[in-house]
Nanobody, 124 residues
Framework: VQLQASGGGLVQAGGSLRLSCAASGLAFNDYGMAWFRQAPGKEREFVAF????????DYADSVKGRFTISRDNAKNTVYLQMNSLKPEDTAVYYC??????????????????WGQGTLVTVSS
């Protein structure tokens, strides 16, 4: 199984970025997909989640209204559109997959697979 995250970079505050995570080696339609992030010196934290059917999403309060998670099951890819970025959004962003139905998708240890991370830096 491989989750390949991409799309990170350096952006000014107020700008936008779109992260992508391409999955291979798993039945993508059977997995809920999530984005987490980890800033230097901090624990990994939940950002967003989308169920396999894309009918249900959830977001951390800190990103609600600014970030949008989506998925294309035909392409085995999950996306994170990030708008109105703030310096406090600076972190390494990780995509993760969770098999089946779960209500604890915001817990990092509940994820079955992880991508390698992509760095997002927001300058003030």
């Amino acid at each position: 199984v491989q989750l390949q995250a991409s799309g990170g970079g350096l952006v000014q505050a107020g700008g936008s970025l779109r992260l992508s995570c391409a999955a291979s080696g798993l039945a993508f339609n059977d997995y809920g997909m999530a984005w987490f992030r980890q800033a230097p010196g901090k624990e990994r934290e939940f950002v967003a989640f989308i169920r396999w059917s894309a009918t249900s999403t959830d977001y951390a309060d800190s990103v609600k209204g600014r970030f949008t998670i989506s998925r294309d099951n035909a392409k085995n890819t999950v996306y994170l559109q990030m708008n109105s970025l703030k310096p406090e959004d600076t972190a390494v962003y990780y995509c993760a997959g969770q098999w089946g139905y779960s209500t604890n998708y915001y817990v990092p240890d509940s994820m079955d697979y992880w991508g390698q991370g992509t760095l997002v830096t927001v300058s003030s």
